[in-house]
């Protein structure tokens, strides 16, 4: 995940948040930022810009929700999780 012209490492996420490693020490709780998202699982890739919020963020760990998803981008996500669970 792209954040600030930096990349962290994804931990988790889901169709609606992130969390990833190493940016607890600059964002905030309630703090609004701009992400890109990308995320390979081969053969698979899903990439996309959008907004989101801090949830929370602890030692290493930060957990933020995407605020920017229209249905579109959703109906993406969910296909790509639905291709990781499937094993492919």
Known sequence: ????SCDYPLVN?????????GHSDYLAKGQRFRMQVEIT?????IAFPCEGMILHAHEEK????????????RARILKFLGHKGSGL
């Open 1 to 4: 995940m792209r954040i600030d």
């Open 13 to 21: 996420w889901s169709a609606i948040s992130v969390q990833i490693l």
């Open 41 to 45: 699982d081969k053969p698979e890739m």
């Open 62 to 73: 930060v957990a933020a929700q995407f605020l920017s998803t229209d249905k579109n981008l």
